[in-house]
């Protein structure tokens, strides 16, 4: 190794050291430098001109006298003049760490000014074209025999590129340490927080704020800051696009604001001076964008100094910033994820609610019950605190609580009849459509009712109306809420839902309570013509009408006056008296012929008033104008005359009670039918007529109800229909008497149907069925069947009344719920599978990874440790020992290379399959050698491991790494079927089957064998038939990967009982053949001894013969030089080791000292281009 | 060829952190022919300042080291003593690491799995101006994994 291969920095330290000895002799100088400079040969110099350090040497006062050419080049070509004073300071100059160094305190400066000498001291120079260099400093004084300084000598080495690796290495680790806490951070403010002191650390900021943006108002809230106080972050808690700050400008533009002198920028007046007192002149804010470019974020960072960031600066911090986009990003879409869960989950459980209260409301047949059940659903539903139900009374057009929830008395009575118009359900009544009080406080539309709302504790509430299959208004339904609240979509959806329900309810009650107290009605008045038509005793009848009038019509008090005058005082006699003790009237002696009472007398018709007192026939006869004073008290009035059937007026009936408005229509009918009945005592041949017509009043009702209606005689047998039942079945009355309903029932249900009907009959209960019916249009639809028994006076059953509702639609709806419920179940089941198998897969393959690592290590420590046994071993076998000791030694030799094979198995497990797969080739025998060992290790202690491999080398497509892992686990599962028999053996059987299939690598084991759903689902991943914990469920699933990725295939056989055995099909490989491609010739002229032999190394595996030796260019195919050619030698392509502005224009240039990548780079360039293969 | 010639006089300075891989090396090293024992370093911190002081002609680092990493302590070497030629000695083989070692100016890199007797032959080849690999790096550093 001689002298000319040392160093360059080396021979520049060695000739300084000479220069500056020489300098030192007293003889070799005079007073000055030039001087000095003159004493020296021109050597010297020379070898000043060849040092590759920058060399300045200036006279006492620092002015420059001399510069050499490496000075020159850190100069930029462009070096100060000779001659000039202060030379260094033409360049801008930093510290290391980027601040800005004042002038003149540079090394050399202070070298001149205060006589300190700098050694090494390292300094960032930029020059005049904007490039930065890094230069460690030598400086010192040159002192003369006197002891005189007489001038400095300065030597600037350049460590620019040393720096900038550092630099780079540097801010690959921030980056890296960054985006490891960002992994340990929870929340977006702590991923903010966390972004902006990095940034803040990067820019050398003084202060800094992080901020989320809010899309929802389209605002940055402030979510982390660093350096102000607690009244600038409330000031600038929430920033809009209207504000005055840097980060309002960057919201407004969607891009990055920088104000580089806050304080003299006449667009941001308000921010300079919010910020003076802070001293801050330098900001700059930068959005974070997602990947689809909306804002979702900003850092705006503070200097206290003028700053204006680099490129650099800019680049990096804009890789700080993408790890925060992406995670806000992640974590957006985690929220929907978790919201739209959350909203399915709310759909599903308001469906079952549903679908429950619809299975619960079908068999309730009690109206208030039925919408209880209604109410409880709803106010559970919409979170209500009460709620009720109210039917629509058309005459008064008002409103009455017919089911309530969570009401006390006063509320009640307070609304027991609400008219249109009046409060929240009055308001929807004379609308016609819901209306909802979001907040009764606020809403000017309830304003005088917002005390009586709060008295009762509720703020918000909801008035849905309640329709009629024909779309007649028929009633509300209202829920009441404690706090204002809005409602949403959903919620109204559900409040309908819930309206139609209590409407349906209210039709079909509405319609059967019609239905029966019609039939209870008829009932009393057939009972009380058995009565009458047993009793003789007239009075006795007289008195049974008028109690039974009296309870029907629901009077007070009644009266039989018989139609006689007395002849003394022409007044009516008294003749029976209900409800009221016979004395009440004595006193009063009978009613006279007054124009009231005439009527009735005169048999003109029943006299009907709700207020008595306000008809204008009453009070006109003296003398008591009305009546008598202590009369019972009456207002509401019904008289009605009883008339025998030749027309004979044969008395009244006369009933009162003491409040107003109490006898309806209906009363007055029913008490016009008991005078009918009374005047079967007077002419027993009208009682039956009488009869017959109310019986037929009623068909007449009946014949009008939706519903299809029909009566049925003791014994079951079906005697009347109403008009609906021939309009929908299209029967006609002869086919369906008596057992005729048969035909319309469906054949399925005709046994069960009438085995119920027939059991009814025989207990008297009220019969309910459901069952289709077939239509006139031969379709089929489902009713819901009732029937009630009427009974005589002596409870036995006469007849039945029946309806049949028909429940298609609501047993359509109910299907169409429990289909919807069903989908949705299964859609949040099958979304629930998926992310458990998500989770499952990261567990198993950080499982996996951790064992890779462990095995990594596990065969690195084992590699490292045999290392040194097996030199004490060969030092042991050098020594002149005993037989036996020579026996021991082979017996560790062999124990160390089983260990040695073990530790590179091990290191093959841990090679990351992915990178291993490709086309790499692998020697099956050789492999078998290495490989063997580890794969003996993963059989439990008494399991055999035996193998057979082909007598000939043979190469197999696929990495050896994948092999051994593929082997690996299968051997492994085999020896886990075996674990628990104990003993047993497994066989790896190479063989080569012929030319074209390949090799087929099997192992096969004697253990239990596989069921048939084990071996059809082994190879999917996560599969295992063994515990959890045991297995990672991935083994076989890695080696199907493993051998798909190498062209080949897998068979198994395997039946319990008869073991197991898995086929790996490996296609063929040729075997590495020497490259026997015609040697070219590559003549290298590279003075630097490491170089050439790497670039000998690079030839040599692309087939080049190498020569050294510049007369050998002309017979080479390739010239790799670090002197440039002359052009006559330009035929051959040439890569040039040096910089490209001195090439030739077809030489590849690399640089002096090129990089791996640049030379291999170089080379690929030359040896595939077409142009310089044509010339070889 | 006559290796204890070609190697008389030849220094190696070791770097690794496990004592007991040192003392083995020193003893393979010092028994194979003329190498001299420059001393062992337990990391890459000292390395280029006992190389200035000492000059050693062969120096061998373990890669996996406490401290400076061996590449920019290698880098630093080839500045301030070109004369001194690293070798890279590791159970780590992978093309990243073989690369960055010779871009950062290493002369050799050996796999510990390839054994004590390879890193012998890589030493006497460095010496004699080549740049040299064991087997398993030399796979890797052309075109392996």
């Excluded at chain 1, 003028?306 to 990003?329: F, G, K, M, N, S």
């Excluded at chain 1, 209880?372 to 058309?394: F, P, R, W």
């Excluded at chain 1, 019609?518 to 049974?544: C, F, M, P, Y």
Aim: glycine share 8%; with cysteine.
């Amino acid at each position: 190794m001689g002298a000319t291969e040392s160093g360059p920095d080396q021979s520049a330290h060695k000739s300084l050291i000479a220069l500056r000895d020489m300098l030192a002799a007293p003889r070799a100088y005079a007073s000055s430098i030039p001087q000095a400079c003159e004493a020296l040969t021109p050597a010297w110099w020379s070898m000043f001109d060849s040092l590759p350090a920058a060399v300045f040497i200036t006279d006492e006062l620092g002015s420059l006298q001399y510069c050499n050419p490496s000075a020159k080049s850190i100069a930029g070509g462009v070096p100060p003049e000779i001659g000039t004073p202060h030379w260094c300071e033409s360049w801008k100059h930093f510290f290391p760490d980027g601040r800005p160094m004042p002038h003149g305190e540079c090394p050399m400066s202070l070298a001149v000014k205060q006589g300190r000498a700098a050694s090494g001291e390292e300094i960032v120079l930029e020059r005049s074209d904007g490039k930065r260099m890094w230069l460690r400093v030598h400086s010192s004084a040159l002192v003369e025999e006197s002891r005189e300084v007489c001038g400095y000598f300065n030597m600037l080495l350049d460590i620019t590129d040393k720096r900038r690796a550092e630099n780079a290495l540097a801010e690959q680790r921030r980056l890296y340490q960054l985006s490891m806490r960002l992994n340990q951070t929870e929340t977006l403010e702590s991923v903010m927080g966390e972004v902006m002191s990095a940034a803040a650390e990067l820019l050398r900021a003084d202060r800094c704020t992080a901020q989320l943006v809010d899309t929802a108002s389209d605002s940055l809230r402030l979510v982390a800051s660093n350096g102000f106080d607690r009244d600038f972050q409330d000031r600038f808690a929430i920033v809009t696009g209207d504000g005055f700050t840097t980060c309002a400008a960057a919201l407004r533009v969607n891009g990055q604001i920088i104000v580089q002198d806050v304080a003299n920028d006449p667009k941001y007046c308000e921010l300079a001076s919010a910020l003076r007192p802070m001293g801050i002149l330098s900001v700059m804010s930068t959005p974070v964008r997602s990947s689809k470019g909306s804002l979702l974020g900003m850092f705006t960072l503070y200097w206290a100094n003028l700053h204006t960031p680099t490129e650099e600066e800019l680049r990096l911090l804009d890789l700080y910033v993408q790890p925060a986009a992406r995670l806000i990003e992640r974590h957006a879409a985690e929220n929907a994820i978790r919201l739209s869960e959350s909203r399915l989950e709310a759909e599903v459980a308001d469906l079952e609610s549903l679908r429950q209260l619809a299975i619960r409301v079908a068999t309730i047949s009690d109206r208030t019950a039925a919408l209880n059940e209604v109410l409880d659903t709803g106010i559970a539903l919409v979170g209500a605190a009460k709620g009720n139900v109210q039917m629509y009374d058309a005459p008064s057009d008002t409103l009455r609580i017919v089911a309530h929830r969570g009401f006390d008395e006063e509320f009640l009575d307070y609304f027991k009849r609400v008219p249109a118009g009046y409060s929240c359900c009055g308001k929807a009544l004379a609308e016609g459509q819901r209306v909802v009080i979001e907040d009764v406080v606020s809403d000017d539309r309830f304003s005088d009712l917002a005390e009586v709302y709060i008295k009762h504790g509720f703020r918000a509430v909801q008035s849905t109306p309640l329709y009629t299959t024909e779309g007649r208004l028929m009633g509300m339904f209202s829920t009441h809420f404690a706090e204002p609240r809005m409602f949403s979509e959903r919620e109204l959806r559900l409040l309908d839902q819930i309206a139609q329900k209590a409407g349906r309810i209210i039709e079909r009650t509405t319609a059967e309570d019609a239905l029966r107290e019609h039939a209870q009605n008829l009932e009393t008045l057939n009972r009380i013509g058995a009565t009458l038509s047993a009793e003789l005793d007239t009075e006795k009848v007289i008195q049974a009408v008028t109690d039974a009038g009296r309870q029907l019509s629901g009077a007070q008090f009644g009266a039989f006056f018989l139609n006689r005058v007395n002849e003394q005082d022409e007044a009516y006699m008294l003749y029976t008296l209900s409800g009221a003790p016979c004395e009440a009237f004595e006193q009063f002696g009978a009613p006279r012929k007054t124009p009231l009472f005439a009527r009735t007398f005169d048999g003109e018709g029943v006299v009907r008033s709700d207020d008595i007192t306000q008809d204008p026939r009453f009070g006109k006869t003296a003398p008591h104008h009305g009546m008598p004073q202590g009369h019972l008290p009456v207002r509401s009035y019904l008289a009605v005359p009883v008339i025998s059937r030749s027309g004979e007026v044969l008395g009244g009936l006369f009933f009162g009670h003491p409040e107003v408005g109490v006898f309806t229509e209906q009363a007055e009918r029913l008490v016009t039918g008991i005078a009918a009945q009374a005047a079967i005592a007077i002419d027993n041949a009208s009682l039956f007529a009488e009869a017959r017509e109310s019986e037929a009043r009623f068909r007449a009702m009946a014949e009008n109800i939706p519903q299809l209606a029909w009566m049925a005689q003791v014994d079951g047998s079906l005697y009347w229909y109403n008009r609906r039942w021939y309009e929908y079945t299209g029967t006609t009355a002869e086919s369906q008497d008596g057992w005729g309903w048969q035909s319309v029932h469906h054949p399925d249900f005709i046994e069960p149907v009438t085995n119920k009907w027939i059991a009814a009959l025989k207990s008297g209960e009220p019969w309910e069925d459901t069952f289709p019916l077939r239509g006139a249009d031969g379709q089929y639809r489902w009713f819901l069947s009732r029937a009630f028994p009427i009974r005589d006076e002596r409870g036995n059953v006469v007849r039945w009344f029946g309806t049949n509702t028909d429940i298609t639609a609501q047993r359509e709806v109910e299907e169409e719920l429990r289909r919807h419920r069903d989908k949705l179940q299964e859609l949040v089941e099958e979304r629930t599978n998926e992310i458990l198998e998500a989770q499952q897969r990261i567990r198993m393959s950080e499982r996996m990874a951790s064992l890779g690592t462990l095995s990594a290590g596990l065969g690195h420590d084992m590699g490292n440790l045999l290392l040194p046994v097996r030199v004490h071993i060969e030092t042991l076998e050098s020594m002149d020992l005993p037989a036996y000791a020579r026996e021991e030694l082979i017996g560790i030799r062999s124990s160390i290379e089983y260990l040695r094979k073990l530790a590179g198995g091990l290191r093959q497990l841990a090679i990351d399959p992915v990178r291993a797969a490709g086309t790499e080739s692998t020697e099956i025998r050789s492999w078998w050698a290495e490989a063997s060992t580890v794969l003996k290790n993963a059989l439990p202690r008494g399991i055999r491991l035996e193998h057979s491999l082909p007598e000939t080398d043979r190469w197999v497509s696929m990495p050896k790494a994948a092999l051994t892992q593929a082997v690996f686990n299968l051997v492994q599962n085999a020896g886990d079927a075996l674990r628990q028999r104990g003993t047993g053996t497994v066989s790896v059987t190479i063989s080569v089957v012929d030319k074209d299939s390949g090799v087929h690598v099997c192992v096969s084991d004697d253990g239990p064998g596989m069921t048939e759903e084990v071996r059809s689902r082994c190879m999917e991943p996560f599969f295992t038939s063994k515990t959890r914990g045991v297995s990672t469920g991935l083994g076989l699933a890695l080696v199907y990967g493993l051998v798909q990725d190498a062209g080949g295939t897998i068979d198994l056989h395997s039946t319990p009982g008869n073991g197991t055995e898995f086929t790996l099909k490996l296609q063929d490989a040729q075997p590495p053949v020497p490259n026997d491609t015609p040697k070219r010739l590559a003549v290298l002229d590279v003075s630097e001894p490491r170089l050439r032999s790497i670039l000998t190394a690079e030839l040599r595996s692309l087939s080049y013969d190498t020569a050294f030796g510049r007369e050998l260019v002309r017979s080479a195919d390739l010239v790799v030089t670090d002197r440039p050619l002359s052009s006559c030698e330009s035929s051959i392509p040439v890569i040039l080791l040096s910089e490209p502005d001195v090439t030739r224009s077809s030489a590849i240039a690399i640089g002096k000292k090129p990089k791996l990548n640049a030379i291999r780079e170089a080379l690929r360039t030359v040896t595939g281009d077409k142009r310089w293969r044509a010339s070889t | 060829m006559n290796a204890s010639q070609d190697t008389a006089g030849v220094s190696v300075l070791c770097v690794d952190d496990n004592p007991a891989v040192a003392r083995a090396l020193e003893t393979k090293v010092t028994r194979s022919g003329g190498f001299i024992w420059a001393g062992t370093l337990a990391s890459a911190d000292e390395v280029v300042d006992a190389c200035c002081r000492t000059c050693p002609n062969l120096v061998i680092l373990d890669v996996d080291m406490p401290g400076i990493s061996p590449f920019e302590a290698i880098l630093e070497l080839t500045e301030r003593c070109p004369d001194t030629r690293a070798i890279m000695f590791s159970g780590h083989v992978r093309r990243d690491l073989v690369e960055q070692s010779i871009d950062a100016g290493a002369w050799g890199y050996v796999s510990k799995n390839d054994g004590e007797d390879e890193l012998i032959r890589v030493l006497r080849r460095v010496h004699g101006g080549e740049i040299a690999f064991s087997p398993e790096a030399e796979v890797v550093y052309h075109g392996g994994l």
